[in-house]
């Protein structure tokens, strides 16, 4: 329940910070200015003693993470990702989160395995070892299966996982409403949605069915994406709780030095494939991997990216797509006026401010990365200029982009540690001219004409019927034209132009 009784789990979460030492780390790494600090070590301080102790023999913010719980194990895999933001020395330390947690029971898994899917696991498989991997949800045993000797990968949900989640983010639903009605600043950004939108996602996410369904469905769609695999999945055995996929070996993205070391790989050129395989997939397919972190991604033997894990995929509509691209496009060619109208036509900012001063503002977030080193650009400090932004012109959150945006952060991210001096805009440059030019020009135009003419022609049939039923409202609409105004010959007229046309352009 989403009560008061969830102050309890929110003040045991700073004082656990606090007890932990993760605390002061913490707000270092992101650069935290004076004023939160000192709020922050004064709200916290006095509840200390109440916070989890945790393994005492993990660094602080690892520490206190894991002894919270998933939810914020989550938080923490997003943050191992970006060392340009917590600092590389606590990125590193935070990448124990990816896949590398203590795993549970072998004794359990399989328990687990043979009540979801009916079946004596010595029965299916001639070989059911140890994990060989955990994280937050779930873990995965690498086995064999006895008919056909098949390597392949089974993945078993933590016992009890869905209660533990769901206790946090009940927590943070309550956090969300207290922001709310007493910080009515917060409201713009839409904490509750965000909240409900991050439960939405957690929710298939501990559904092991739709993640195969997600998979099977991001496999087919990247089949002919050069230098990009996917594993296929095996439905019968699976099942809500347990998944199983074919085994693809490969060196994980976690171990840099070990891709770096790969003969053939040249590691500039695959940090840019990461980033242009992830905006083609959201471009292009409009349905992308939500949680490409290193954990998710391997190197595979003939120098394929492959991925894993498709318990959060994301998507985004065609007419949220061209937007999102033509803003991307409009940093791309610094026409920060394109920019901003494209803000304000899809609604991202109020009508009623300025379109000419929001166009400055934007000038004043793109012009420090252009032509940049990579290395000399702050993304904490970069991101808290853009919120300073957001904030002024009372742009509010836009849950359908939450997805995408974050794990746009988390994607640049991977593909820094292979090219620290990468720059996400320059990479970025092909994959988003080429969407613009599929979509926007006179190819798109005729497909969008064509795909309206399909829509039309279910309707030929009737168009006789809707003529006659349209000309005797219109009889009616003369005789009581104050009930009706909207009605005349004029929308009669236009009607059967309509039909004539879509009747002359499929013959």
Sequence with gaps: ?????????????????????????????????????????????????LGLKGDQSQPPVLRALTALGPAYIKFGQLMSTRPDVVGDQLANELKILQDSLPPFSRDVAIAEVEKELEIKVDAVFSDFP?????????????????????????KVLRPGIEKAFMRDVDAFHFAARVAEVFAPFSRRLKPTAVIEHFQGIVEAELDLRMEASAGDEFAANTQNDKGFSVPKMLWQYSARRVMTTEWMDGIPLGDVP?????????????????????LRHALRDGFFHGDMHQGNLKLSENGDLVAFDFGIMGRIDTHTRRAYAEILFGFLKKDYMRVAEVHFEVGYVPADQDVHAFAQALRSVGEPIFGQDASNISMARLLSHLF????????????????????????????????????????????????????????????????????????????????????????????????????????????????????????
Excluded at 3 to 23: K, Q, V, Y
Excluded at 130 to 154: F, N, W, Y
Excluded at 258 to 278: K, M, N, S, T, Y
Excluded at 399 to 420: C, K, N, S, Y
């Design 1 to 49: 329940m989403r009560g008061p009784h969830n102050i309890w789990r929110l003040i045991r979460t700073g004082a656990t910070f606090e007890r932990s030492g993760a605390m002061k780390i913490a707000l270092d790494a992101m650069d935290a200015p004076t004023s939160l600090r000192v709020a922050a070590r004064v709200m916290v301080w006095p509840f200390r003693w």
């Design 130 to 154: 140890e994990p060989v991997a955990a994280a937050s949800l779930a873990q995965v045993h690498k086995a064999t299966l006895r008919e056909t000797g098949q390597v392949v990968a089974v």
């Design 258 to 278: 070990a891709v770096l070391a790969q003969e053939g790989i040249d590691p500039v050129e695959f940090a840019q494939r990461i980033i242009q395989l992830f």
């Design 388 to 507: 300073e932004v957001t904030e002024r012109f009372g742009m509010e959150t836009r849950t359908e982009l939450i997805l995408l945006q974050r794990t746009m952060v988390v994607v640049e991210g991977v593909a820094r540690t292979l090219d620290p001096d990468m720059n996400m805009w320059q990479v970025s440059h092909p994959v988003v001219e080429g969407y613009i030019r599929d979509t926007l020009g006179p190819k798109a135009m005729l497909n969008d004409f064509v795909k309206t003419a399909r829509v039309f022609s279910r309707f030929g049939p009737h168009l006789p019927q809707i003529a006659e039923t349209l000309l005797l409202q219109a009889q009616s609409a003369d005789r009581q034209p104050a009930k009706t105004p909207w009605l005349n010959w004029r929308s009669i007229a236009i009607g059967l132009i309509i039909g004539a046309v879509v009747m002359v352009f499929l013959r």
